[in-house]
């Protein structure tokens, strides 16, 4: 099944990336950015189902099964599961290669990147490019909200290619506290969103509303994504909205957000998830994140766009 980014949209996202100055893309990673380096949620979630007797069906739904556990322990309880998941079975990534997801976003020169993930990937692979990354966490709680930030406008700090930042929507692994896991924190993190002004620094919001978005490592049915993209909706313009893009992968049974809306086969599944996410000014390329990185990098020599 062929991607269906069209050949104005490379164009448009290389111009962004390489040649404007400042850069007007901003990458956001999702859980897929970090494949065969952590463990899937799906495989967690089935796991957790048979340690705590789940009783429903949808046992590979993350969220839901952290829901049920904090509901039979406390709100904590699979905050700190999925961090012990988490540094048990991480695995170190290869920054040498130039195809890694984390590699590849850090060679390019942007001062911001965005992620929903937990990790210290992108961090990782910054320092490893000779680039002074800060992480910065999103203050979506009164646990974590007084936590000091360098992205205060007191301290004056501008993000920039040489001194980028990497801003952790749903939290980070050094701060459970800061998780956003079960069903209750996706919706208390989109209602503290919507409601207490000043939780995104504005430097991330002109991020959100002034730069082309691009989306690695979300799935179709993604909680993080689509509460992400309701979460973002507020700080954008619609008479000003660029297009964005994202890297997923072609849909398969069951990774269809309206299932009645189309047949059985994943070529029509993919033609309406095109126009669901057209809808959203998002294009997709089908395909995975070496693959996209692969052509990224051969339309950028194509195009003559220095390093």
Known sequence: MPN???DKYWELLIDRIYRKDPPTCTPFLGAGA????????????????????????????????????????????????ILNVLK???????????????????DMPLPIY???????????????????AKRELCRWNRLVQNQPSLLDEKTGFK??????????????????????????????????????PGLIPP????ALSKTMLLFIGYKIVDWSFRVLMRSISRFTEGSLVR?????MLPPRGGD???PEAVDSSPQKAQEYLDKYYENLNIRVYWGTVREFVAELNKRKKSMAVGD
């Not at 749903?170 to 069903?183: D, K």
């Not at 297009?243 to 890297?247: F, Q, Y």
């Open 114 to 132: 965005l992620t929903t993930n937990y990790d210290n990937l992108m961090v990782d692979a910054l320092k490893y490019r000779h680039r002074d």
């Open 88 to 106: 048990q079975e991480a695995k170190a990534p290869d920054f040498k290669d130039p195809l890694q997801p984390h590699r590849a976003l850090a």
């Open 256 to 258: 269809v957000l309206q």
């Open 159 to 196: 993000p920039t290619a040489a001194n980028p930042v990497v801003f952790h929507f749903h939290g980070h692994n050094e701060v459970p506290e800061s998780l956003v896991l079960t069903e209750d924190d996706y919706m208390d993190f989109l209602v503290n969103l919507s409601t207490r």
């Open 34 to 81: 970090c494949y065969g380096l952590l463990p899937l949620a799906g495989d967690v979630a089935r796991k957790w189902a048979a340690t705590y007797n789940y009783p429903f069906p949808d046992s590979s739904d993350l969220v839901k099964l952290a829901q049920y556990v904090a509901i039979n322990y406390d709100r904590m309880a699979p905050k700190e599961e």
């Open 4 to 6: 269906s980014l069209q």
């Open 243 to 247: 297009t964005h893009v994202a890297v």
């Open 203 to 206: 430097v991330i919001e002109d």
